[in-house]
Nanobody, 124 residues
Framework: QVELVESGGGLVQAGGSLRLSCAAS????????MGWFRQPPGKEREFVAS????????YYADNVKGRFAISRDNAENTVYLQMNNLKPEDTAVYYC?????????????????WGQGTHVTVSS
C-alpha cells in the first residue's frame, strides 16, 4: 500500500511564493513517477507538473512553465512543487499523484495513487 500526504498549502499574496511537499510512505519502491494536479474552484482537474523518480525528467503545463518547479528527494521519499510569482488563477486544491511506471503523462487516469489534497489560495 502507498500513502501520499500533501502539505504546505495556505494563503499567499499575488506575486508571492509557496512550496508544496508530498511525502510517500508504504511500498514506495513501486513508484516510478510522480506528478502534481490541481482543481480550481468550479473547474475540472488539470495537470501541473510531473517527474520521473529515477532519472528526474520533468514536464510542465504551459501555464506554469517558468514559475513552478517540481523536484524530488529520493532518500526522503518526497516530491516538491516550488511555486513562484503566484497568480489568483493558481488558486486551487493541489493533489499529489504517483504512477507504477516511469512514463510521464498528463492523463490523471494513468496515475495509481493519490493524496487527499492541500488548499492554495492566492489573493489579489
Amino acid at each position: 500500500q502507498v500513502e501520499l500526504v500533501e502539505s504546505g498549502g495556505g494563503l499567499v499574496q499575488a506575486g508571492g511564493s509557496l512550496r508544496l511537499s508530498c511525502a510517500a510512505s508504504g511500498r514506495t519502491f513501486s513508484i516510478y513517477a510522480m506528478g502534481w494536479f490541481r482543481q480550481p474552484p468550479g473547474k475540472e482537474r488539470e495537470f501541473v507538473a510531473s517527474i520521473t523518480w529515477g532519472g528526474g525528467r520533468t514536464y510542465y503545463a504551459d501555464n506554469v512553465k517558468g514559475r513552478f518547479a517540481i523536484s524530488r528527494d529520493n532518500a526522503e521519499n518526497t516530491v516538491y512543487l516550488q511555486m513562484n510569482n503566484l497568480k489568483p488563477e493558481d488558486t486551487a486544491v493541489y493533489y499529489c499523484a504517483a504512477k507504477k511506471d516511469g512514463l510521464i503523462t498528463t492523463n490523471s487516469r494513468l496515475y495509481n495513487y493519490w493524496g487527499q489534497g492541500t488548499h492554495v489560495t492566492v489573493s489579489s
